[in-house]
């Protein structure tokens, strides 16, 4: 019995350390874990896709070759959505109905969603990437996280993980590789038919009237190992799920993947997804806001680390993430927002790299402040600022800024004493670098 029970006991261990490391990083207090999302897979596809580097092929390759040997334990382990779900399923405690295998609507989903990636829109990976959906949940900032919560979590009750196995493009890809692999559950000759481990199943990949396990689907808990009272199920090596009558359904599977790719590739071609956009202010290295808006998932990681907390979701989650300098002012000692992305829409930058990336500029108004109006010393913005673009005459008043020396990190519009602010910072076309 303690044999049959310790993959689960295992997986379930591995799952809530990696879940409380999440839990932390997402709360702030952990930024220097967040190089571990680099890791996660629907990141390191993005980042595969749009900016190919070794890295991320290397990450790809990885959980390619983890899941051709022991199938979709990503999603029992290392997926925080996934985990999530797990947890709200055990609290609710309610039994599972049994699920549908939705193979063409998966198979569609993700077709699409990847074809639209590869066309350069991420609009797809915006709204069902599994690790940027947790991480507008976990960092609680918008109306739209809680929206995601309370969708995923009515899912979770009602049928565990059906996200993962009909509407999750990442899930969608593995589990071809799972299927494909050199490994698989099986239920062997001594089953009793006692239905235990199909209605413990989180991905319903269990039909026991047939005597088969869809390895696809099946997401690695264990649950079915431990459950079985004579110790039916096994995982064999060396097999995959393609010597039985499913090679047919996997056929179809893929061939509707492919008919999604083209869809989606074109679907990208049209300019439909190319929405008008205000200007924005972006964090250091994000560019310009069209290839921002292409790279960034929202997932908040940038915005929960900041230290000045001025990095905030897109009204309603409904894009990327942008800057609020009215909050505060980009931090001149830190890069961690470009040091912790995991989609590489903000690429690695050095601190001193950073401290030349032009995010804004600075634009100075002297009907508003105090030093003209008042004649009252002040001085302020000038002391504030890091790079020496404001500066004082020999009576105290501040002169024009110095654009080619301005970075629009908002220290003098946050040291302005003026209301309104005499002093202020607006968005730029394009990042650029100052000399």
Known sequence: MK???????????????FFLVTALTF???AAGCALLFKAQAGPALMRAIGNPSLGA???CLALVLVTLLF???????????????DIVAFLSRRKAKKVRDFHILRSAVAGIVLGLLFGGVNAG?????????????????????????????????????????????????????????????????????CGKCEKLCPAGCIDVSRGVIDNGRCVR??????????????????????ADGSRRRFLISGGILLAGLAAGAAAARTGLFEAARKLKILP??????GRFTKKCTACLLCAVNCPSKIIVPAKYGAGPVELDLSRGSCNWDCARCSRICPTG??????????RKIKIAEANFDPRKCIAFQEGTPCGRCAKACPTGAVVLRKNGTPRPVKTDLCVGCGACQEACPAAPKAITVHAVEKQSRID
Request: with cysteine; proline share 6%; charged share 15%.
């Open 3 to 17: 044999h049959r029970k310790l993959p689960k006991r295992l997986r379930i261990g591995a799952g809530i350390l």
């Open 27 to 29: 709360s702030g207090t």
């Open 57 to 59: 092929a290397a990450v």
């Open 71 to 85: 199938g979709r334990i990503y999603c029992a382990v290392f997926c925080p959505l996934g985990l999530l779900q």
């Open 125 to 193: 990976f915006l709204a069902l990437d599994p690790y940027s959906n947790f991480g507008r949940i976990a960092g609680a900032f918008t109306v739209a996280g809680a929206a995601v919560f309370v969708v995923i979590a009515a899912l979770a009750v009602w049928k565990k993980r059906i996200f993962c196995t009909a509407l999750c493009p990442v899930g969608t890809v593995l589990g071809l590789f799972a299927k494909a692999g050199f490994s698989r559950l099986i239920i062997g000759e001594k089953c009793l038919k």
């Open 221 to 242: 808990c264990f649950d079915c190992l431990a459950a079985c009272p004579v110790n039916s199920i096994s995982l064999e090596i060396g097999k995959n799920d393609l």
């Open 284 to 289: 250091p290295g994000a560019g310009d806001p």
């Open 345 to 354: 829409a903000l690429p690695f930058l050095s601190l001193a790299e950073k």
